[in-house]
């Protein structure tokens, strides 16, 4: 059966590389274009992995990581911050809230999987 991941990202051109990445190495994907309809789309879906943009319309990554932590059924889902270059207030920031890591837009596909499998494995999620 194939990891579930949820790719959550304003930005069109960034969810379809990740989703293209990800479909790649054969993980069954769902992708969201801001946190409220992400919210909902996880609660359905139950990735075992989502990837999320930190500043978007709608819902912010913060208050999508608090909302998600605070769900009983999905508090454990690694999450991975999609980030422009590196934001160390952000990344910071994020990490209070739940963050497991980051990934660089744009995105080196060897270093996206690798950090897609070093969370799953990290989480206990088998490969």
């Keep these: 059966m194939p990891h579930k991941a949820l790719v959550v990202d304003d930005e069109e051109d ?9 479909k790649s190495s054969g993980f069954e994907v769902l992708c969201s274009k801001d946190g409220a309809e992400a919210l909902i789309s996880a609660k359905k879906f139950k990735p075992d992995l989502i990837l999320l943009d930190w500043k978007m319309p709608k819902m912010d990554g913060e208050t999508f990581c608090r909302k998600l932590r605070d769900d009983p059924s999905l508090k454990k889902t690694p999450i991975i911050m999609l980030t422009v270059n590196s934001q160390t207030e952000s990344e910071l ?19 996206f999987l690798a950090r897609v499998k070093a969370v799953l494995r990290q989480r206990g999620v088998a490969e």
């Design 14 to 22: 960034y969810r379809l590389i990740a989703q293209d990445i990800l």
């Design 93 to 111: 920031e994020a990490l209070h809230f739940g963050v497991d890591d980051f990934i660089a837009k744009p995105y080196k596909k060897e270093e």
